[in-house]
């Protein structure tokens, strides 16, 4: 059975700083590329992050040089440290792992950033 499960969500003020994480199980991630996901209140998701053994890791320019991807395979696990935090990043955080036809996903994990 694969699973992925986020965690590290909360509520944080404007320049905050949060690291979530996305934890495998039933699939190993180093074998997939694992990508970040958020939804916002409104509005569509979009993927604003993406890690692979292939390419230079991915991020979509709203947060680009604010947030570093990073995966720790031992440990079967992809996190994303997220700096500088704004209120337009509150949204429902999620993860993904791809290969081929493949495709899973977590349940997300909320963030909040307000004042």
Do not use: H
Not at 82 to 108: F, H, I
């Amino acid at each position: 059975q694969v699973q992925l499960v986020e965690s590290g969500g909360g509520v944080v003020q404007p320049g905050g700083s949060l690291r979530l994480s996305c934890a495998a199980s039933g699939v190993r991630l180093d074998y997939y590329a694992t990508g970040w996901f958020r939804q916002a209140p409104g509005k569509e998701r979009e993927q604003i992050s993406c890690i692979s053994s292939s390419d230079n890791p991915y991020y979509t320019d709203s947060v680009k040089g604010r947030f570093t991807i990073s995966g720790d395979f031992a440990k079967n696990k992809v996190y994303l440290e997220m700096n500088s935090l704004k209120p337009e990043d509150t949204a429902v955080y999620s993860c993904n792992a791809v290969q081929g036809l493949r495709m899973y996903w977590g349940q997300g994990t909320q963030v909040t950033v307000s004042s």
